[in-house]
């Protein structure tokens, strides 16, 4: 099973930016998909964003136009750029992978981000 470490998360400022990262154990470059979740809490984990191996976008309605999903296949590593944050942002955010429809995910280990001033 791939491991993935997340890398990236703080406090900030309404407004203010963060990019988060997601580093995995093996290339990533045919994973059927990878995406961002967050959790915050007394809530469910929820599905931020997500990127398909033909390079497929999905957002929740709630982070459009502000978050972008990406991936860098020769760095293993899949960000997510986070914009005019607020504090309702305010989660763990986790790392998903699925390398092919049928895989069970991988998750990392989750990395706080907290938007407050």
């Known amino acids: 099973q791939v491991q993935l470490v997340e890398s990236g998360g703080g406090l900030v400022q309404p407004g203010g930016s963060l990019r988060l990262s997601c580093a995995a154990s093996?290339?990533?470059?045919?994973?059927?998909?990878m995406g961002w979740y967050r959790q915050a809490p007394g809530k469910q984990r929820e599905l931020v964003a997500s990127?398909?191996?033909?390079?497929?976008?999905n957002y929740v309605d709630s982070v459009k136009g502000r978050f972008t999903i990406s991936r860098d296949n020769a760095k293993n590593t899949m960000y997510l750029q986070m914009n005019s944050l607020k504090p309702e942002d305010t989660a763990v955010y986790y790392c998903?992978?699925?390398?092919?429809?049928?895989?069970?995910?991988?998750w990392g280990q989750g990395t706080q981000v907290t938007v407050s001033s």
């Open positions: 093996g290339s990533i470059s045919r994973f059927y998909v």
């Open positions: 998903n992978a699925r390398p092919t429809v049928l895989s069970v995910p991988s």
């Open positions: 990127i398909t191996s033909s390079g497929s976008l």
